[in-house]
């Protein structure tokens, strides 16, 4: 996906690879702390031609979009309005929009939980090649979420005192 019109304000939000502050890529929480409790296999690197290949593999900053690509998703953030796309697992289909809540929405303590990295700080991760379970000591994440069907909740730390953004779950035409 490398262009998108914005179901909040009609806008053409772009991104090519390159960091501009639109795509972000989200764990669950929980896909997260898996992730960063793997154990490091230097011995298992993997090359190309062995992608389809079972495990163990070196799991590694740089390949973790492969090696966990089932465990993360993508969300573009509008540069004008900042509605929220969020991506399906396919990474090409929008499968759910959140446009910014103009209301104080108390945080729901059942929600999901999220680890969120911007497409700077994301790339910074993919760039190194230490082991995934050095990545927390080395990189912070952008943000923590919580999403449930109807909103979503953005925060600077883990506290739930630390929310600073809600958005609201709009309704999109089937594509
Ligand atoms: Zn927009």
Known sequence: MSGLK????GGSIRYHGIP????YTVFPLKNW???ISTVYDPNNERIHEEWKVPGPYLYRADTIWEDFEEDYFEVWVCPYCGTIAV???SKIHVKSVYTPA???IAVDKRAEKFVVFSDYDWEKIEDSLI???EIPNKFKSSYYAMANSNYVWLFHSQSK???FKVYKRIVIAAE
Do not use: H, T
């Open 6 to 9: 914005c179901s909040g304000c």
């Open 20 to 23: 501009n502050g639109v795509q």
């Open 33 to 35: 702390e898996k992730i």
């Open 87 to 89: 991506f399906d697992d």
């Open 102 to 104: 103009n209301e104080n």
């Open 131 to 133: 082991p995934v379970s």
């Open 161 to 163: 005192s630390d929310c």
